[in-house]
């Protein structure tokens, strides 16, 4: 059997916006309603963790009760026919609910927790983080979240992945946040590149495939009408 294409995907918050979770930048979106400095910066939290917290405690919660959409399963499928490696920018579990094997999350989890002193000690964390929890070494715990300002520690991998893929996509993502929206950059120039998204005007890059539509019927548009494949 001869081997599989690798299939790299990068996704952002609007692939999980038909599932209920907001995104940051569309209107209403969650940048609307906050300061990101305030809750999604070192300099934020030094100022009030509890802010802090408190905002990444309503995340979590809003993420143990949604579900993943069609456009979530269908990456799941397409494992049968790739080898697929899912770049996410998005910190709900999502992917892996909808049957996803190879997840990158580039901008850390909801549902675990780190110590604010040593990012190595990592835990698992489905209920609130409060004030005066505290890792095994006795620093505050912290949401594992990649704040603006911060280093992603998964970059270099994501890059190598990139540079892997015999076919890219990029889901529901706005592409205006850094080091991710330079992937597709290293994506080798012969491998095709598909942008599936709500608007996708805003983003020039000339030899993209556009699909102009919400994640759950542009990702089933792109699998049979691009990829060829009947599910
Ligand atoms: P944005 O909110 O910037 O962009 C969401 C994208 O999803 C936009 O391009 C929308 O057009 C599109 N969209 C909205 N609803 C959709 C739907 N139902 N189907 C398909 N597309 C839809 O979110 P991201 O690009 O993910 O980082 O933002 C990147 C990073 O910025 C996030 O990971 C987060 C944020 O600040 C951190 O918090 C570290």
Redo the contacts with the bound molecule.
């Keep these: 059997m001869s081997k599989k294409q690798t299939l790299v995907i990068l996704t952002?918050?609007?692939?999980s916006?038909?599932s209920g979770i907001p995104?940051?930048?569309?209107a209403n979106?969650l940048?609307e309603g906050h300061d990101?400095h305030e809750v999604?910066s070192p300099m934020g939290w030094y100022k009030n963790p509890a802010l802090v917290l408190d905002f990444y405690n309503q995340r979590r919660q809003n993420v143990l009760s949604v579900k993943p959409n069609q456009a979530h399963y269908l990456l799941g499928k397409l494992e049968d026919y790739y080898d697929v490696y899912i770049i996410t920018?998005?910190?709900d579990n999502l992917h892996e609910l909808g049957g996803s094997r190879n997840v990158m999350h580039l901008?850390g989890e909801l549902l675990k927790s780190r110590s604010s002193a040593n990012p190595l000690l990592v835990y698992d964390q489905t209920t609130d983080i409060k004030i005066g929890d505290l890792c095994e070494k006795g620093s505050q715990l912290r949401p594992h979240?990649?704040?603006?300002g911060e280093d992603v520690p998964l970059i270099a991998d994501a890059m190598e992945l990139a540079a892997s893929a015999d076919i890219f996509a990029v889901?529901?993502?706005?592409?205006?946040?850094y080091p991710?929206a330079n992937l597709i950059n290293y994506v080798p120039h012969h491998s095709p590149k598909f942008y599936?998204?709500?608007?996708p005007a805003?983003l020039h890059i000339h030899d993209l495939v556009t699909i102009a539509?919400?994640?759950s019927t542009?990702v089933a548009t792109w699998i049979t009408d691009y990829l060829k494949i009947k599910l």
């Design positions: 952002g918050a609007g692939i916006a038909e995104t940051f930048r569309d979106g940048w990101v999604a920018q998005n910190v901008h979240i990649v704040w603006f889901i529901g993502t706005s592409m205006q946040v991710a599936i998204d709500k608007n805003q539509d919400v994640a542009g």
